[in-house]
Protein backbone atom coordinates (compact mmCIF):
# COMPACT_ATOMS: atom_id res chain seq x y z
CA UNK A 1 0.00 0.00 0.00
CA UNK A 2 1.23 3.69 -0.57
CA UNK A 3 2.26 5.78 2.00
CA UNK A 4 2.95 9.13 1.77
CA UNK A 5 5.38 11.45 3.91
CA UNK A 6 3.88 13.41 6.18
CA UNK A 7 4.18 16.25 3.82
CA UNK A 8 1.78 14.40 1.60
CA UNK A 9 -1.04 15.18 3.97
CA UNK A 10 -1.24 18.98 3.29
CA UNK A 11 -1.12 18.12 -0.45
CA UNK A 12 -4.00 15.62 0.02
CA UNK A 13 -6.17 17.54 2.46
CA UNK A 14 -5.82 20.62 -0.34
CA UNK A 15 -7.50 17.65 -2.41
CA UNK A 16 -10.19 17.10 -0.05
CA UNK A 17 -11.17 20.94 -0.09
CA UNK A 18 -11.50 20.84 -4.13
CA UNK A 19 -13.17 17.24 -4.44
CA UNK A 20 -16.12 18.61 -1.95
CA UNK A 21 -15.74 22.27 -3.77
CA UNK A 22 -15.81 20.90 -7.23
CA UNK A 23 -18.58 17.45 -6.38
CA UNK A 24 -21.41 20.14 -4.67
CA UNK A 25 -21.11 22.40 -7.58
CA UNK A 26 -21.30 19.98 -10.25
CA UNK A 27 -24.36 19.33 -8.11
CA UNK A 28 -26.08 22.65 -8.38
CA UNK A 29 -25.09 23.42 -12.17
CA UNK A 30 -27.04 19.72 -12.98
CA UNK A 31 -30.03 21.16 -10.37
CA UNK A 32 -30.33 24.55 -12.13
CA UNK A 33 -29.45 23.10 -15.53
CA UNK A 34 -32.58 21.05 -15.24
CA UNK A 35 -35.07 23.21 -13.69
CA UNK A 36 -33.85 25.71 -16.03
CA UNK A 37 -34.80 22.58 -19.16
CA UNK A 38 -37.60 20.89 -17.93
CA UNK A 39 -38.87 23.33 -14.79
CA UNK A 40 -40.02 22.19 -11.32
CA UNK A 41 -36.96 23.06 -9.38
CA UNK A 42 -38.38 21.41 -6.30
CA UNK A 43 -38.70 17.59 -8.32
CA UNK A 44 -35.44 18.27 -9.97
CA UNK A 45 -33.04 19.23 -7.37
CA UNK A 46 -34.60 17.17 -5.29
CA UNK A 47 -34.20 13.86 -7.57
CA UNK A 48 -30.69 15.38 -8.48
CA UNK A 49 -29.68 15.10 -4.53
CA UNK A 50 -31.23 11.79 -3.80
CA UNK A 51 -29.29 10.47 -6.74
CA UNK A 52 -26.02 12.12 -5.83
CA UNK A 53 -26.27 11.01 -2.21
CA UNK A 54 -26.69 7.16 -3.15
CA UNK A 55 -24.42 7.19 -6.07
CA UNK A 56 -21.60 8.90 -3.17
CA UNK A 57 -23.08 5.36 -1.24
CA UNK A 58 -22.03 3.43 -3.92
CA UNK A 59 -18.87 4.75 -4.88
CA UNK A 60 -17.66 4.50 -0.96
CA UNK A 61 -18.84 1.05 -0.85
CA UNK A 62 -16.64 0.22 -4.23
CA UNK A 63 -13.90 2.04 -2.58
CA UNK A 64 -13.07 -1.14 -0.06
CA UNK A 65 -12.38 -3.03 -3.30
CA UNK A 66 -9.15 -1.14 -4.09
CA UNK A 67 -6.20 -1.93 -2.57
CA UNK A 68 -3.39 -1.47 -4.62
CA UNK A 69 -1.71 1.87 -6.37
CA UNK A 70 -3.76 3.82 -4.06
CA UNK A 71 -2.38 7.39 -5.04
CA UNK A 72 -2.19 6.96 -9.27
CA UNK A 73 -5.93 5.77 -9.19
CA UNK A 74 -7.46 8.61 -7.31
CA UNK A 75 -5.39 11.09 -9.15
CA UNK A 76 -6.74 8.99 -12.31
CA UNK A 77 -10.44 8.91 -10.43
CA UNK A 78 -9.87 13.25 -10.41
CA UNK A 79 -8.99 13.15 -14.10
CA UNK A 80 -12.28 11.24 -15.05
CA UNK A 81 -14.09 13.47 -12.39
CA UNK A 82 -12.86 16.50 -13.84
CA UNK A 83 -13.74 15.18 -17.82
CA UNK A 84 -17.65 14.40 -16.54
CA UNK A 85 -17.88 17.15 -14.37
CA UNK A 86 -16.43 19.64 -16.55
CA UNK A 87 -18.70 18.63 -19.74
CA UNK A 88 -21.78 18.19 -18.16
CA UNK A 89 -23.74 21.13 -19.05
CA UNK A 90 -22.25 21.28 -21.89
CA UNK A 91 -23.67 17.65 -22.89
CA UNK A 92 -26.66 18.29 -21.51
CA UNK A 93 -27.31 22.02 -22.79
CA UNK A 94 -26.08 20.17 -26.51
CA UNK A 95 -27.83 16.71 -25.99
CA UNK A 96 -31.08 18.30 -24.99
CA UNK A 97 -33.10 18.80 -28.36
CA UNK A 98 -31.57 15.16 -29.33
CA UNK A 99 -32.06 13.06 -26.77
CA UNK A 100 -35.35 11.32 -26.23
CA UNK A 101 -35.14 10.10 -23.11
CA UNK A 102 -33.51 13.09 -21.41
CA UNK A 103 -33.91 12.91 -17.71
CA UNK A 104 -32.49 9.66 -17.26
CA UNK A 105 -29.21 10.89 -19.28
CA UNK A 106 -29.33 13.66 -16.59
CA UNK A 107 -29.16 11.17 -13.78
CA UNK A 108 -26.62 9.26 -15.72
CA UNK A 109 -24.20 11.82 -15.39
CA UNK A 110 -25.59 12.38 -11.90
CA UNK A 111 -24.91 9.24 -11.00
CA UNK A 112 -21.36 8.98 -12.47
CA UNK A 113 -19.89 11.99 -10.84
CA UNK A 114 -20.82 10.95 -7.83
CA UNK A 115 -19.81 7.33 -7.36
CA UNK A 116 -16.33 9.23 -8.45
CA UNK A 117 -16.28 11.45 -5.88
CA UNK A 118 -17.92 9.03 -3.23
CA UNK A 119 -14.67 6.80 -4.24
CA UNK A 120 -12.18 9.58 -3.68
CA UNK A 121 -12.81 10.54 0.06
CA UNK A 122 -12.18 6.90 1.24
CA UNK A 123 -8.92 6.66 -0.94
CA UNK A 124 -7.45 9.67 0.71
CA UNK A 125 -8.38 7.88 3.84
CA UNK A 126 -6.48 4.75 3.10
CA UNK A 127 -3.89 7.16 2.14
CA UNK A 128 -3.05 9.39 5.07
CA UNK A 129 -4.06 6.77 7.94
CA UNK A 130 -0.38 6.57 8.77
CA UNK A 131 0.09 10.17 9.18
CA UNK A 132 -3.10 10.78 11.91
CA UNK A 133 -4.69 8.96 14.32
CA UNK A 134 -7.76 7.96 13.67
CA UNK A 135 -10.04 10.41 15.51
CA UNK A 136 -7.97 13.05 14.05
CA UNK A 137 -7.94 11.82 10.04
CA UNK A 138 -12.16 12.03 10.52
CA UNK A 139 -12.40 15.21 12.05
CA UNK A 140 -9.39 16.77 9.76
CA UNK A 141 -11.33 15.30 6.41
CA UNK A 142 -14.71 15.91 7.26
CA UNK A 143 -14.00 19.63 8.28
CA UNK A 144 -11.74 20.12 5.44
CA UNK A 145 -14.68 18.33 2.82
CA UNK A 146 -18.03 20.10 4.64
CA UNK A 147 -15.57 23.90 4.54
CA UNK A 148 -14.90 23.34 0.54
CA UNK A 149 -19.21 22.72 0.44
CA UNK A 150 -19.95 25.42 2.33
CA UNK A 151 -17.75 27.50 -0.36
CA UNK A 152 -19.72 26.40 -3.40
CA UNK A 153 -23.05 26.90 -1.96
CA UNK A 154 -21.89 30.53 -1.15
CA UNK A 155 -20.10 31.29 -4.57
CA UNK A 156 -22.54 29.20 -6.91
CA UNK A 157 -25.42 31.90 -6.40
CA UNK A 158 -23.27 34.83 -5.61
CA UNK A 159 -20.09 34.52 -7.87
CA UNK A 160 -20.64 31.47 -10.46
CA UNK A 161 -23.94 31.60 -12.04
CA UNK A 162 -23.84 35.94 -12.61
CA UNK A 163 -20.82 36.15 -13.51
CA UNK A 164 -19.83 32.78 -15.60
CA UNK A 165 -23.19 31.10 -16.23
CA UNK A 166 -23.98 27.17 -15.86
CA UNK A 167 -21.97 26.04 -18.70
CA UNK A 168 -18.43 27.54 -18.09
CA UNK A 169 -18.95 27.45 -14.29
CA UNK A 170 -18.95 23.76 -14.83
CA UNK A 171 -16.04 23.74 -17.45
CA UNK A 172 -13.75 26.04 -14.74
CA UNK A 173 -14.40 23.50 -11.64
CA UNK A 174 -13.75 21.20 -13.95
CA UNK A 175 -10.18 22.37 -15.03
CA UNK A 176 -9.57 22.64 -11.88
CA UNK A 177 -10.13 19.28 -10.57
CA UNK A 178 -7.62 18.16 -13.47
CA UNK A 179 -5.24 20.94 -12.18
CA UNK A 180 -5.04 19.04 -8.62
CA UNK A 181 -5.13 16.08 -10.64
CA UNK A 182 -1.97 16.94 -12.93
CA UNK A 183 0.03 19.11 -9.44
CA UNK A 184 -0.58 15.63 -7.40
CA UNK A 185 1.22 13.82 -10.37
CA UNK A 186 4.29 16.13 -10.21
CA UNK A 187 4.42 17.03 -6.48
CA UNK A 188 4.27 13.02 -5.40
CA UNK A 189 5.49 11.51 -8.66
CA UNK A 190 7.97 9.72 -6.38
CA UNK A 191 4.99 7.80 -5.37
CA UNK A 192 3.07 7.60 -8.61
CA UNK A 193 3.69 4.93 -11.05
CA UNK A 194 3.73 6.26 -14.76
CA UNK A 195 3.30 9.92 -13.25
CA UNK A 196 4.71 11.35 -17.00
CA UNK A 197 1.28 9.61 -17.93
CA UNK A 198 -1.17 11.00 -15.98
CA UNK A 199 0.76 14.22 -16.04
CA UNK A 200 -0.05 14.16 -19.85
CA UNK A 201 -3.37 12.88 -19.57
CA UNK A 202 -4.03 16.04 -17.49
CA UNK A 203 -2.47 18.39 -19.60
CA UNK A 204 -4.44 17.25 -22.63
CA UNK A 205 -8.00 17.03 -20.84
CA UNK A 206 -6.95 20.26 -19.39
CA UNK A 207 -6.51 21.85 -23.06
CA UNK A 208 -10.19 20.40 -24.11
CA UNK A 209 -11.96 22.06 -21.20
CA UNK A 210 -10.10 24.90 -21.76
CA UNK A 211 -11.19 25.26 -25.24
CA UNK A 212 -14.74 24.12 -24.47
CA UNK A 213 -14.45 26.75 -21.90
CA UNK A 214 -13.44 29.94 -24.25
CA UNK A 215 -16.17 28.54 -27.34
CA UNK A 216 -18.73 27.71 -24.47
CA UNK A 217 -20.97 31.23 -25.45
CA UNK A 218 -20.77 30.17 -29.03
CA UNK A 219 -21.59 26.44 -27.80
CA UNK A 220 -24.37 27.84 -25.97
CA UNK A 221 -25.76 30.36 -28.71
CA UNK A 222 -25.79 26.98 -31.25
CA UNK A 223 -27.70 24.99 -28.61
CA UNK A 224 -30.68 27.75 -27.58
CA UNK A 225 -31.19 28.17 -30.87
CA UNK A 226 -31.91 24.25 -31.85
CA UNK A 227 -33.82 24.87 -28.15
CA UNK A 228 -35.96 27.02 -29.66
CA UNK A 229 -35.65 27.48 -33.48
CA UNK A 230 -36.07 31.28 -33.41
CA UNK A 231 -33.41 34.15 -33.92
CA UNK A 232 -32.22 34.39 -30.42
CA UNK A 233 -31.67 38.38 -30.23
CA UNK A 234 -30.87 38.59 -26.51
CA UNK A 235 -29.75 36.03 -23.68
CA UNK A 236 -28.81 36.51 -20.54
CA UNK A 237 -28.49 34.42 -17.00
CA UNK A 238 -28.84 36.60 -13.81
CA UNK A 239 -28.62 35.30 -10.23
CA UNK A 240 -32.49 34.09 -10.77
CA UNK A 241 -33.14 32.80 -14.05
CA UNK A 242 -31.90 32.96 -17.50
CA UNK A 243 -33.76 35.48 -19.85
CA UNK A 244 -33.78 34.76 -23.84
CA UNK A 245 -35.19 37.37 -26.58
CA UNK A 246 -35.95 35.63 -29.50
CA UNK A 247 -37.77 36.91 -32.68
CA UNK A 248 -39.48 34.83 -35.65
CA UNK A 249 -41.71 36.06 -38.74
CA UNK A 250 -42.86 39.51 -36.42
CA UNK A 251 -43.49 38.06 -33.31
CA UNK A 252 -40.71 38.64 -30.40
CA UNK A 253 -40.64 36.01 -27.10
CA UNK A 254 -39.71 36.20 -23.97
CA UNK A 255 -38.38 33.31 -21.94
CA UNK A 256 -37.19 33.07 -18.68
CA UNK A 257 -36.09 29.42 -17.64
CA UNK A 258 -37.04 28.44 -21.04
CA UNK A 259 -40.81 29.44 -20.28
CA UNK A 260 -42.51 31.45 -22.42
CA UNK A 261 -43.25 34.96 -20.40
CA UNK A 262 -45.24 36.09 -23.21
CA UNK A 263 -45.07 36.58 -26.69
CA UNK A 264 -45.71 40.01 -28.65
CA UNK A 265 -48.15 39.03 -31.22
CA UNK A 266 -50.96 38.17 -28.28
CA UNK A 267 -49.31 39.58 -24.67
CA UNK A 268 -51.76 42.14 -25.15
CA UNK A 269 -54.95 39.96 -24.41
CA UNK A 270 -53.27 38.96 -21.53
CA UNK A 271 -52.35 42.10 -19.74
CA UNK A 272 -55.35 44.21 -20.84
CA UNK A 273 -56.96 41.62 -19.33
CA UNK A 274 -54.73 41.79 -16.23
CA UNK A 275 -54.76 45.42 -15.63
CA UNK A 276 -58.24 46.66 -17.03
CA UNK A 277 -61.22 45.25 -15.21
CA UNK A 278 -59.63 46.19 -11.55
CA UNK A 279 -58.38 49.65 -12.51
CA UNK A 280 -62.04 50.38 -14.11
CA UNK A 281 -63.84 48.89 -11.08
CA UNK A 282 -61.54 50.34 -8.04
CA UNK A 283 -63.14 53.40 -6.71
CA UNK A 284 -59.82 55.18 -6.25
CA UNK A 285 -56.31 54.30 -8.49
CA UNK A 286 -54.23 57.33 -7.13
CA UNK A 287 -51.66 54.94 -5.71
CA UNK A 288 -50.77 51.11 -7.55
CA UNK A 289 -48.89 48.36 -6.39
CA UNK A 290 -47.39 45.92 -9.04
CA UNK A 291 -45.34 43.32 -7.70
CA UNK A 292 -43.82 41.47 -10.21
CA UNK A 293 -44.39 42.17 -13.50
CA UNK A 294 -40.52 42.94 -14.40
CA UNK A 295 -41.44 43.39 -18.10
CA UNK A 296 -43.40 46.67 -17.54
CA UNK A 297 -46.10 45.26 -19.83
CA UNK A 298 -48.55 45.69 -16.95
CA UNK A 299 -47.25 49.51 -16.29
CA UNK A 300 -47.81 50.43 -19.86
CA UNK A 301 -51.39 49.38 -19.92
CA UNK A 302 -51.46 50.96 -16.07
CA UNK A 303 -50.33 54.40 -17.82
CA UNK A 304 -53.24 54.50 -19.83
CA UNK A 305 -54.94 55.95 -16.78
CA UNK A 306 -54.43 59.49 -16.10
CA UNK A 307 -55.92 59.27 -12.35
CA UNK A 308 -53.18 57.01 -11.48
CA UNK A 309 -50.76 59.40 -9.55
CA UNK A 310 -47.82 56.92 -8.71
CA UNK A 311 -46.68 52.96 -9.90
CA UNK A 312 -44.90 51.22 -7.27
CA UNK A 313 -43.25 47.90 -9.03
CA UNK A 314 -41.01 45.01 -6.66
CA UNK A 315 -39.82 42.50 -8.93
CA UNK A 316 -36.60 40.53 -7.13
CA UNK A 317 -34.74 40.61 -10.16
CA UNK A 318 -32.46 44.06 -11.19
CA UNK A 319 -31.36 42.45 -14.09
CA UNK A 320 -34.78 41.96 -15.85
CA UNK A 321 -35.71 45.05 -14.95
CA UNK A 322 -32.96 47.06 -16.25
CA UNK A 323 -32.70 45.14 -19.46
CA UNK A 324 -36.39 45.79 -20.08
CA UNK A 325 -35.34 49.39 -19.46
CA UNK A 326 -32.90 49.64 -21.58
CA UNK A 327 -33.32 47.14 -24.95
CA UNK A 328 -34.12 48.70 -27.74
CA UNK A 329 -37.02 46.41 -29.00
CA UNK A 330 -38.51 45.46 -25.11
CA UNK A 331 -38.90 49.38 -24.56
CA UNK A 332 -40.77 49.58 -27.77
CA UNK A 333 -43.62 46.77 -26.18
CA UNK A 334 -43.76 48.72 -22.92
CA UNK A 335 -43.40 51.73 -24.29
CA UNK A 336 -40.67 52.88 -22.26
CA UNK A 337 -43.00 52.54 -19.03
CA UNK A 338 -40.16 52.44 -16.93
CA UNK A 339 -38.79 55.94 -17.71
CA UNK A 340 -42.17 57.38 -16.67
CA UNK A 341 -41.49 59.44 -13.76
CA UNK A 342 -44.76 58.00 -11.94
CA UNK A 343 -42.59 54.48 -11.77
CA UNK A 344 -41.31 53.74 -8.79
CA UNK A 345 -38.93 50.26 -9.47
CA UNK A 346 -37.90 48.25 -5.77
CA UNK A 347 -35.82 45.42 -6.93
CA UNK A 348 -37.15 43.11 -3.38
CA UNK A 349 -38.28 40.06 -2.86
CA UNK A 350 -41.88 40.75 -3.04
CA UNK A 351 -42.41 38.21 0.07
CA UNK A 352 -39.96 39.92 2.13
CA UNK A 353 -41.07 43.74 1.04
CA UNK A 354 -44.42 43.73 2.31
CA UNK A 355 -43.61 43.25 5.76
CA UNK A 356 -41.70 45.92 6.18
CA UNK A 357 -43.32 48.80 3.84
CA UNK A 358 -45.64 50.96 5.39
CA UNK A 359 -47.24 52.19 1.99
CA UNK A 360 -51.27 51.72 1.34
CA UNK A 361 -52.05 51.09 -1.73
CA UNK A 362 -55.25 51.82 -3.73
CA UNK A 363 -55.04 48.94 -6.38
CA UNK A 364 -52.46 45.61 -6.52
CA UNK A 365 -52.04 44.08 -9.54
CA UNK A 366 -50.00 40.51 -8.91
CA UNK A 367 -48.28 39.37 -11.98
CA UNK A 368 -45.31 36.38 -10.47
CA UNK A 369 -44.81 33.64 -12.70
CA UNK A 370 -46.61 30.27 -12.08
CA UNK A 371 -45.72 28.59 -8.93
CA UNK A 372 -44.13 25.95 -10.50
CA UNK A 373 -41.72 25.23 -6.98
CA UNK A 374 -41.61 26.75 -3.23
CA UNK A 375 -39.72 30.01 -4.29
CA UNK A 376 -42.53 31.10 -6.11
CA UNK A 377 -45.55 28.85 -4.47
CA UNK A 378 -45.11 31.35 -1.37
CA UNK A 379 -46.18 34.15 -3.33
CA UNK A 380 -49.17 32.98 -3.73
CA UNK A 381 -50.23 31.35 -0.29
CA UNK A 382 -52.75 32.65 2.54
CA UNK A 383 -49.93 34.64 4.51
CA UNK A 384 -48.93 36.13 1.36
CA UNK A 385 -52.37 37.33 0.46
CA UNK A 386 -53.04 38.43 4.21
CA UNK A 387 -49.59 40.61 3.74
CA UNK A 388 -50.68 42.18 1.05
CA UNK A 389 -53.98 43.16 2.49
CA UNK A 390 -52.10 44.92 5.37
CA UNK A 391 -51.15 47.89 3.00
CA UNK A 392 -54.38 48.07 0.79
CA UNK A 393 -56.48 50.99 1.80
CA UNK A 394 -60.08 49.36 2.97
CA UNK A 395 -62.02 50.02 -0.34
CA UNK A 396 -58.60 48.85 -2.35
CA UNK A 397 -59.19 45.70 -4.91
CA UNK A 398 -56.53 43.30 -6.34
CA UNK A 399 -55.59 41.59 -9.26
CA UNK A 400 -53.79 38.17 -9.61
CA UNK A 401 -53.07 36.19 -12.63
CA UNK A 402 -54.11 32.64 -11.50
CA UNK A 403 -52.74 29.99 -14.09
CA UNK A 404 -54.64 27.84 -16.99
CA UNK A 405 -58.29 27.03 -15.62
CA UNK A 406 -58.61 24.28 -18.19
CA UNK A 407 -54.49 22.77 -18.17
CA UNK A 408 -53.94 23.06 -14.22
CA UNK A 409 -58.24 23.53 -12.85
CA UNK A 410 -57.49 22.39 -9.02
CA UNK A 411 -54.00 25.20 -9.52
CA UNK A 412 -56.36 27.57 -10.33
CA UNK A 413 -59.03 27.33 -8.01
CA UNK A 414 -56.78 26.77 -5.04
CA UNK A 415 -55.34 30.50 -5.51
CA UNK A 416 -59.01 31.37 -5.98
CA UNK A 417 -60.40 29.70 -3.24
CA UNK A 418 -56.82 31.03 -0.94
CA UNK A 419 -58.04 34.28 -1.89
CA UNK A 420 -61.08 34.10 -0.93
CA UNK A 421 -60.33 33.45 2.43
CA UNK A 422 -58.32 36.49 2.92
CA UNK A 423 -60.40 39.10 1.08
CA UNK A 424 -64.24 39.58 1.50
CA UNK A 425 -64.64 38.95 -2.26
CA UNK A 426 -62.63 37.10 -5.25
CA UNK A 427 -64.26 36.59 -8.07
CA UNK A 428 -62.87 34.35 -10.89
CA UNK A 429 -62.64 35.24 -14.60
CA UNK A 430 -60.57 34.02 -17.93
CA UNK A 431 -59.69 34.83 -20.86
CA UNK A 432 -58.40 33.14 -24.48
CA UNK A 433 -54.43 33.82 -25.36
CA UNK A 434 -53.49 32.26 -28.40
CA UNK A 435 -50.11 31.87 -26.98
CA UNK A 436 -51.02 30.14 -23.80
CA UNK A 437 -54.49 28.53 -24.02
CA UNK A 438 -57.11 29.80 -21.47
CA UNK A 439 -55.93 31.96 -18.71
CA UNK A 440 -57.03 32.60 -15.91
CA UNK A 441 -57.06 35.70 -13.42
CA UNK A 442 -59.09 36.75 -10.15
CA UNK A 443 -60.32 40.13 -8.92
CA UNK A 444 -59.97 40.48 -4.84
CA UNK A 445 -61.34 43.10 -2.25
CA UNK A 446 -62.61 43.79 0.81
CA UNK A 447 -66.28 45.67 -0.46
CA UNK A 448 -69.27 44.13 -2.01
CA UNK A 449 -68.56 43.24 -5.47
CA UNK A 450 -70.38 41.86 -8.53
CA UNK A 451 -69.47 41.22 -11.97
CA UNK A 452 -72.20 43.23 -13.18
CA UNK A 453 -70.69 46.57 -11.43
CA UNK A 454 -70.37 49.44 -13.80
CA UNK A 455 -66.80 50.58 -14.38
CA UNK A 456 -65.56 53.96 -12.70
CA UNK A 457 -63.75 54.83 -15.60
CA UNK A 458 -62.52 53.59 -19.03
CA UNK A 459 -59.71 54.40 -21.36
CA UNK A 460 -59.67 53.40 -24.73
CA UNK A 461 -58.87 52.59 -27.76
CA UNK A 462 -57.99 48.77 -26.34
CA UNK A 463 -57.59 46.35 -28.80
CA UNK A 464 -59.45 43.20 -26.86
CA UNK A 465 -60.99 44.21 -23.44
CA UNK A 466 -64.17 45.76 -23.89
CA UNK A 467 -64.72 46.95 -20.32
CA UNK A 468 -67.40 43.96 -20.02
CA UNK A 469 -66.08 42.35 -17.24
CA UNK A 470 -69.17 39.96 -16.26
CA UNK A 471 -69.16 38.12 -19.80
CA UNK A 472 -65.48 36.81 -18.75
CA UNK A 473 -66.75 35.17 -15.23
CA UNK A 474 -68.30 31.81 -16.63
CA UNK A 475 -66.89 28.54 -16.52
CA UNK A 476 -67.74 25.66 -18.05
CA UNK A 477 -67.72 22.72 -16.17
CA UNK A 478 -64.04 21.26 -17.99
CA UNK A 479 -62.55 24.21 -15.96
CA UNK A 480 -63.96 23.50 -12.46
CA UNK A 481 -62.13 21.39 -9.78
CA UNK A 482 -63.88 19.92 -6.23
CA UNK A 483 -62.37 19.55 -3.27
CA UNK A 484 -59.31 21.90 -3.15
CA UNK A 485 -57.26 23.18 0.08
CA UNK A 486 -56.07 26.16 0.37
CA UNK A 487 -52.67 27.21 0.14
CA UNK A 488 -50.68 27.81 2.72
CA UNK A 489 -46.82 28.87 3.73
CA UNK A 490 -46.59 25.68 5.53
CA UNK A 491 -47.92 23.06 3.13
CA UNK A 492 -47.55 25.08 -0.45
CA UNK A 493 -50.30 22.27 -1.65
CA UNK A 494 -50.80 24.51 -4.79
CA UNK A 495 -46.84 23.53 -6.09
CA UNK A 496 -48.26 19.83 -5.94
CA UNK A 497 -51.46 20.77 -7.61
CA UNK A 498 -49.37 22.84 -10.27
CA UNK A 499 -46.62 20.03 -10.42
CA UNK A 500 -49.45 17.36 -11.03
CA UNK A 501 -51.46 18.98 -13.95
CA UNK A 502 -48.48 20.73 -15.78
CA UNK A 503 -46.80 17.26 -16.31
CA UNK A 504 -49.92 15.73 -17.52
Same mark, same amino acid.
Given at each position: ????????????????????????????????????????? =?????????????????????????????????????????????????????????????????????? &??????????????????????????????????????????????????????????????????????????????????? $???? +????????????????? $???????????????????????????? =?????????????????????????????????? =????????????????????????????????????????????????????????????? +???????????????????????????????????????????????????? =?????????????????????????????? &???????????????????????????????????????????????????????? &????????????????????????????
Amino acid at each position: MDKPNASYGYWLLIAIFVIATCGLVYELVAGALASYLLGDS =VRQFSFIIGVYLFSMGIGAYLAKFIHHKLLEKFILIEIWIGVIGGLSATLLFVLFNYVLYFEPLLYTIVF &SIGCLVGLEIPLLMQLMQDELQFKDLVSNVFAVDYIGALVASVLFPLVLVPYLGLMRTSLFFGMLNIAIAWVLAVALRQRVSM $AIRL +QVKAILVFLLLLTTFIF $ANDILAWSEKNLYDETILLSKTTPYQRI =VLTHQKNNCKLYLNNNLQFASADEYRYHEALVHP =VLSLAECVDQVLVLGGGDGLALREILKYPDVQQITLVDLDREMTEICSNNHLLTQFNQNAF +QNPKVKVINQDAFVWLQHNDSQFDVAIVDFPDPSNYSVGKLYTQRFYQSLQK =VLSPQAMVSVQTTSPFVAPKSFWCIQKTLA &SVFAEAQAYHIYVPSFGEWGFSLATQQDFSPSNVPFRTVSPLRFYDFRFNKLCDFP &SDMRAKDIAINRLDNQILVRYFDEEWNK
